[in-house]
């Protein structure tokens, strides 16, 4: 299973990113997705996540609002639309594939994780 993430960079605060996650190995429409962050110096924590149809997503209270998960099954790939961006938002991104068909905040019910992506919001 390959799971790789695109859409790193730089952007200034208040401005917009999306992300994207493109998958491959297993049946991507059976399982839950989510994304984490890493900042320097910190844990990773939890973001967002999705379940297999889409139909429940779950946020981080420090990106709900403002962050937007998304899937789309056809094309094996989950996205993660970022808006009013702030400088606490940088780090590097990893999605993650679930275990089971929904998404949760937990990274132990993930069993697989991309390589993860940069981003920098400047203020």
């Known amino acids: 299973v390959q799971l790789q993430a695109f859409g790193g960079g730089l952007v200034q605060a208040g401005g917009s990113l999306r992300l994207s996650c493109a998958t491959s190995?297993?049946?991507?429409?059976?399982?839950?997705m989510g994304w984490f962050r890493q900042a320097p110096g910190k844990v990773r924590e939890f973001v967002a996540s999705?379940?297999?149809?889409?139909?429940?997503?779950y946020y981080a209270d420090s990106v709900k609002g403002r962050f937007t998960i998304s899937r789309d099954n056809a094309k094996s790939t989950v996205y993660l639309q970022m808006n009013s961006l702030k400088p606490g938002d940088t780090a590097v991104y990893y999605c993650?594939?679930?275990?089971?068909?929904?998404?949760?905040?937990?990274?132990?019910?993930?069993?697989?994780w991309g390589s993860g992506t940069q981003f920098t919001v400047s203020s």
């Open positions: 993650a594939g679930s275990r089971y068909r929904i998404g949760t905040m937990s990274a132990d019910e993930y069993g697989y």
């Open positions: 190995g297993r049946t991507f429409s059976s399982y839950g």
């Open positions: 999705i379940s297999w149809t889409g139909g429940s997503t």
